[in-house]
């Protein structure tokens, strides 16, 4: 397993002109929606990030040597940890036609049949785009290598609480603890370019951070 990873992750970094770009989210009102169906913030950034991608469907695609193929599904694959064992990455096909608590079922489904070893091949194969969650062992940052042929994969690292300055209505200034995520967009620079990255991290922002 580790050996079929360390190849695939090396054909990936030798064929995509890999950038990562990594954008921070008040994950204050996420953790109100999670905290409210009884989740973890995973599925409510995979319902947003499904839903901002049907904005931005150049980085809902494959590209396969010269073929580029935009996808109008999202067949979101949620990376899984399976310890010594390496990791795999089980897909949630039509995701942006799940809400969250549906998706969380899903993720949860698949994740726990992943490390049971029963996921069939059907379960990891046509994935569009990839959300990977390492920030749940703690961490705050990383550069995730594209699952080939997929032009991009989401970052979702640890929430931390730390003090940030908030700006009210009026425009006044005040210093409030809030719950900040660092979310990362690792991209194919053949496929598209950095502004557009950009405009996709700050849209998926902009929902996430929306009033639960």
């Not at 030798?14 to 950038?19: P, R």
């Not at 980085?59 to 310890?83: F, K, M, P, R």
Request: aromatic share 4%; hydrophobic share 50%; glycine share 8%.
């Amino acid at each position: 397993m580790r050996r079929l990873i360390g190849e695939h992750m090396k054909r990936s970094l030798e064929t995509a002109a890999t950038v990562t770009t990594w954008i921070e989210v008040d994950f204050t009102a996420v953790e109100e929606r999670r905290r409210a169906l009884g989740v973890t913030a995973l599925p409510v950034v995979a319902a947003a990030t499904a839903a901002t991608l049907g904005e931005f469907g150049d980085l809902n695609a494959w590209l396969d040597g010269e073929n580029y193929t935009c996808h109008t599904d999202v067949n979101l694959g949620v990376a899984v940890s399976l310890g010594a064992n390496g990791l795999i990455v089980p897909v949630v096909l039509g995701a942006q036609r799940l809400d969250i608590a549906q998706l969380a079922a899903r993720i949860s489904d698949l994740a726990t049949r992943a490390r049971t070893g029963e996921l069939s091949a059907d379960d990891v194969r046509d994935g569009t785009f990839t959300i990977t969650n390492p920030g749940q062992f703690g961490t705050v940052m990383a550069t995730p290598v594209i699952n080939q042929p997929q032009v991009a994969i989401l970052d979702m690292e640890a929430i931390v609480r730390r003090p940030v300055v908030v700006t009210d209505a009026a425009g006044a200034e005040t210093v409030a603890i809030r719950s900040i995520c660092v979310l990362g967009l690792s991209w194919d620079h053949r496929a598209l370019d950095g502004a557009y990255a950009a405009k996709f991290l700050a849209a998926l922002r902009t929902r996430l951070e929306a009033p639960a």
